[in-house]
């Protein structure tokens, strides 16, 4: 049997890395562990790739984590290994990434690949979407700014150019942990190395007993994360603990616009009640009482 390889790239620098993506089609390989399973083959037999392949993950620009005019940039190739280890990543994600796969796996993913990948149970997602995230591509024409909810344009569907790079993901106006409720939690078969039937992520501050700022968004209840700007804005000002008929306006409404399916993971039903019931639990939490 004879087989078919490919070229592949290993380049010591980044520019070097854009300058190749703007003459070729490249797949760009990061820590390829959801590339190598979408490409696998039989067992003993390479991955498929049908053009060439490009790889970023030793490129240390793209391994950056810092603090600039109060916003976090994180280095697209930064593995969650690396992030769990670093004292800038916000303490909520650190608790998803314990979650995520095994550590072989977190030694190898990274978050720009989650983002990449577009899966809607990536697990880095639900958080990156209520930290309001923005996402630098970078080409040889220089960089774009993207907003997360802009980027991720259904399963494995991303606004990418063939020539852009992610290289940073950032979190505008980092959050203080002390004086927000923020939450993750990951619905799946066991507490790690299980893909999620639904995920949360949920931020809530109180300031004189009033609603200042919620945000909340699900994974895994319809092809993109689902959040709501219309929902939250109807939470902002309202007294909390929030009145019985408030917290069921919002669930309801809520309830509308998730479109879970049925899959080999669990039920549209499931992801549903689960979801909604998560809400729930999140919005009359008791630490804020
Ligand atoms: C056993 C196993 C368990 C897993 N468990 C989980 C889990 O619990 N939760 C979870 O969310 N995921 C899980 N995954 C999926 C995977 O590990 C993550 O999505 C991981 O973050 C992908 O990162 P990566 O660097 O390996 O991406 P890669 O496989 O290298 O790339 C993924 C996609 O993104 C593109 N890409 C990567 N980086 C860039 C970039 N900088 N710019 C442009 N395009 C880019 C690639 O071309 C590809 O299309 C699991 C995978 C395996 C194999």
Not at 81 to 89: D, K, R
Not at 163 to 192: C, G, H, W
Not at 267 to 274: F, G, I, K, L, P
Request: overall charge negative.
């Amino acid at each position: 049997m004879v087989t078919k390889t490919v070229d592949s790239y290993h380049f010591d620098k980044l520019e070097e890395t854009i300058a190749k993506l703007n003459e070729e089609d490249c797949t760009i390989i990061a820590g390829g562990t959801d590339v190598m399973v979408l490409h696998k083959s039989r067992r003993g037999v390479a991955p498929k790739i049908a053009g060439p392949v490009v790889f970023i993950d030793h490129l240390s620009e793209l391994k950056q984590t810092y603090l600039a005019e109060g916003n976090l940039h994180i280095g697209a190739c930064c593995t969650y290994g690396e992030m769990l280890e670093h004292s800038l990543i916000p303490s909520v994600f650190k608790k998803a990434i314990r979650e995520v796969a095994a550590p072989a796996i977190r030694n190898r993913g990274t978050i720009g690949g989650n983002i990449c990948n577009a899966s809607p149970a990536g697990d880095m997602l639900p958080l990156l979407y209520i930290f309001n995230a923005k996402l630098v591509l970078r080409s040889f024409l220089g960089d774009r700014i993207v907003e997360i909810h802009d980027f991720i344009q259904g399963p494995r569907r991303i606004a990418r150019q063939q020539n852009e790079l992610l290289v940073e993901v950032i979190l505008p106006d980092v959050v203080d942990e002390e004086s927000t409720y923020l939450v993750f939690e990951k619905i799946a078969n066991r507490q790690a190395d299980a893909i999620s039937k639904v995920s949360f992520a949920g931020l809530l501050q109180v300031k004189d007993g009033k609603v200042a700022d919620a945000r909340f968004a699900f994974g895994a209840v319809g092809p993109t994360m689902v959040r709501s700007l219309e929902i939250e804005k109807k939470l902002l000002a309202k007294g909390y603990p929030l009145r019985a008929e408030v917290l069921e306006e919002v669930v309801a409404d809520f309830s509308s616009v998730i479109n879970p399916i049925d899959d080999q993971r669990s039920t549209a039903y499931y992801r549903e009640t689960v979801a909604l019931k998560l809400l729930r639990y999140f919005l009359t939490s008791k630490e804020l009482s």
